[in-house]
């Protein structure tokens, strides 16, 4: 009997819906006359039949939307689940009064959900809940790939109401090794000539002075300046001829490491700030700080293993006091030189990236003469001055990223680990600047530091 009865439900349930043929379960409702039943949770697109202890003659469901029901008996009735979500049926008696209230919950069809995440995530430890009219997923997983993709088949079940209770297990803190080098080559070359008349009688009234042929100014005696006087105190002839040849090389390096966790942002910065006044609109002024110097800005993402998701954001800068804005009662804020890279890049634990060829070239050149005279052939180059600049900036990025965990506290040293100040004698005595070394053993319980090898030069050097 009870095999017609479901077979009879399946068939009419499917007739009545207009839904595929469901599975069908069968449930017995203990009725207490006047009372609502507890809730009862009918899968998505899936049947319940539902077998009542007393005769009932009328059966409605509130919202048929969610839930689409038939009656097969007058003890028996079927519930098909349509939409997630919550609605109620009644139960009416032969005489018209209430029988009972089935509170139903119509929740994704996490059976089938299950099966699709053991296909294809095998070797994720997650487990899947329904909550109201969504799914709740909890677990951990590998990666956050493995998260994602978890997350992408749960909308396909339940779409805009699934809930992420799943954490990322294995290494999800990022170390980035960044060294910036830079290197300013500056050549600058000058070749003049300055030729001038002076004397007492020049200052004769009646005698006009030439003026001197100045093709540039000079100082005698500076580098790279020859004088040649030729004459006497009533008459004299100057001439100055200037060579001078200046080369520089500028060499800046930082090498920052930071540590940040999956998915944060982390933030460096080496050089200074420098108030730029601000006035508001009522008038008042205050004073912001610029940053300056070499900055870093990165996010890592872990995706999946040991492949790393990098977001980097890098800028060296410096003040150039010969370029500035003038903002009245003699005050003048400066501008930056500013050489900036922005890169998303994904690269394995320990592998490494560079960011080159971030060159700047300026040339400039400059010529002077005394007019036709500085034209003239071989005896021109007396009349006339030439100069010669060129600046070369070169900036080079290495960034080489790792995987890392936390370690005890004393299994790390300091370079002022193995010194201590000296005492009066060892200082007045005997010139020592530190005192002996310590046990560090002792010191420190035993710790893996005294373990550590200290020979030779240890600690922050600069040089």
Same mark, same amino acid.
């Given at each position: 009997?009870?095999?017609?009865?479901?077979?009879?439900?399946?068939?009419?349930?499917?007739?009545?819906?207009?839904?595929?043929?469901?599975?069908?379960?069968?449930?017995?409702?203990?009725?207490?006359?006047?009372?609502?039943?507890?809730?009862?949770?009918?899968?998505?697109?899936?049947?319940?039949?539902?077998?009542?202890?007393?005769?009932?003659?009328?059966?409605?469901?509130?919202?048929?939307?969610?839930?689409?029901?038939?009656?097969?008996?007058?003890?028996?009735?079927?519930?098909?689940?349509?939409?997630?979500?919550?609605?109620?049926?009644?139960?009416?008696?032969?005489?018209?009064?209430?029988?009972?209230?089935?509170?139903?919950?119509?929740?994704?069809?996490?059976?089938?959900?299950?099966?699709?995440?053991?296909?294809?995530?095998?070797?994720? =430890?997650?487990?899947?809940?329904?909550?109201?009219?969504?799914?709740?997923?909890?677990?951990?997983?590998?990666?956050?790939?493995?998260?994602?993709?978890?997350?992408?088949?749960?909308? =396909?079940?339940?779409?805009?109401?699934?809930?992420?209770?799943?954490?990322?297990?294995?290494?999800?803190?990022?170390?980035?090794?960044?060294?910036?080098?830079?290197?300013?080559?500056?050549?600058?070359?000058?070749?003049?000539?300055?030729?001038?008349?002076?004397?007492?009688?020049?200052?004769?009234?009646?005698?006009?002075?030439?003026?001197?042929?100045?093709?540039?100014?000079?100082?005698?005696?500076?580098?790279?300046?020859?004088?040649?006087?030729?004459?006497?105190?009533?008459?004299?002839?100057?001439?100055?001829?200037?060579?001078?040849?200046?080369?520089?090389?500028?060499?800046?390096?930082?090498?920052?490491?930071?540590?940040?966790?999956?998915?944060?942002?982390?933030?460096?910065?080496?050089?200074?700030?420098?108030?730029?006044?601000?006035?508001?609109?009522?008038?008042?002024?205050?004073?912001?700080?610029?940053?300056?110097?070499?900055?870093?800005?990165?996010?890592?993402?872990?995706?999946?293993?040991?492949?790393?998701?990098?977001?980097?954001?890098?800028?060296?800068?410096?003040?150039?006091?010969?370029?500035?804005?003038?903002?009245?009662?003699?005050?003048?804020?400066?501008?930056?030189?500013?050489?900036?890279?922005?890169?998303?890049?994904?690269?394995?634990?320990?592998?490494?990236?560079?960011?080159?060829?971030?060159?700047?070239?300026?040339?400039?050149?400059?010529?002077?003469?005394?007019?036709?005279?500085?034209?003239?052939?071989?005896?021109?180059?007396?009349?006339?001055?030439?100069?010669?600049?060129? =600046?070369?900036?070169?900036?080079?990025?290495?960034?080489?990223?790792?995987?890392?965990?936390?370690?005890?506290?004393?299994?790390?040293?300091?370079?002022?680990?193995?010194?201590?100040?000296?005492?009066?004698?060892?200082?007045?005595?005997?010139?020592?600047?530190?005192?002996?070394?310590?046990?560090? =053993?002792?010191?420190?319980?035993?710790?893996?530091?005294?373990?550590?090898?200290?020979?030779?030069?240890?600690?922050?050097?600069?040089?």
């Amino acid at each position: 009997m009870k095999f017609r009865t479901l077979l009879r439900a399946a068939m009419l349930g499917a007739l009545v819906a207009g839904a595929p043929l469901a599975q069908a379960h069968a449930q017995t409702l203990r009725i207490s006359e006047g009372r609502t039943q507890g809730a009862l949770r009918v899968p998505l697109n899936r049947a319940i039949v539902l077998e009542s202890d007393a005769a009932f003659a009328e059966s409605s469901i509130a919202n048929p939307l969610i839930a689409d029901i038939a009656t097969l008996s007058d003890r028996t009735v079927y519930v098909l689940g349509k939409l997630p979500g919550r609605t109620t049926l009644t139960l009416l008696g032969p005489d018209g009064r209430l029988m009972t209230n089935v509170e139903v919950h119509v929740t994704p069809d996490i059976a089938e959900f299950k099966e699709r995440l053991r296909e294809l995530l095998p070797s994720e =430890r997650i487990e899947v809940r329904t909550a109201n009219d969504g799914i709740v997923l909890s677990g951990t997983v590998s990666s956050v790939a493995k998260l994602d993709q978890a997350l992408e088949i749960a909308e =396909r079940y339940a779409p805009e109401r699934v809930l992420n209770l799943m954490g990322v297990g294995g290494t999800q803190q990022v170390q980035l090794k960044v060294r910036f080098a830079e290197m300013r080559r500056t050549v600058s070359k000058e070749l003049g000539a300055s030729l001038g008349i002076s004397g007492t009688d020049l200052n004769t009234p009646g005698i006009a002075a030439p003026g001197g042929f100045t093709g540039t100014t000079g100082v005698a005696g500076a580098a790279g300046a020859l004088q040649i006087n030729v004459g006497t105190s009533s008459l004299n002839l100057n001439l100055l001829l200037e060579a001078l040849e200046e080369k520089g090389v500028v060499r800046t390096l930082s090498e920052p490491n930071l540590t940040a966790l999956s998915g944060q942002t982390a933030s460096f910065l080496a050089g200074g700030e420098f108030p730029i006044p601000q006035i508001d609109t009522e008038g008042n002024v205050g004073v912001e700080f610029k940053p300056f110097g070499v900055t870093l800005d990165f996010t890592p993402t872990v995706v999946d293993g040991d492949i790393i998701n990098l977001v980097l954001n890098s800028e060296v800068s410096s003040i150039d006091p010969g370029d500035g804005t003038s903002v009245g009662n003699g005050a003048v804020i400066p501008s930056l030189n500013v050489r900036r890279a922005n890169s998303t890049v994904e690269l394995r634990d320990g592998q490494s990236f560079a960011i080159a060829g971030i060159l700047q070239d300026d040339f400039q050149d400059n010529a002077r003469q005394v007019p036709f005279l500085g034209d003239l052939p071989v005896l021109g180059a007396l009349f006339r001055s030439a100069d010669y600049q060129r =600046r070369q900036t070169e900036l080079v990025i290495i960034v080489t990223a790792h995987l890392v965990q936390p370690t005890r506290g004393e299994a790390l040293a300091l370079p002022t680990d193995r010194i201590r100040p000296p005492t009066e004698n060892e200082l007045f005595l005997y010139g020592h600047l530190s005192g002996a070394t310590t046990n560090t =053993r002792a010191s420190t319980g035993g710790s893996a530091v005294a373990a550590q090898d200290f020979s030779g030069n240890y600690g922050y050097v600069m040089e």
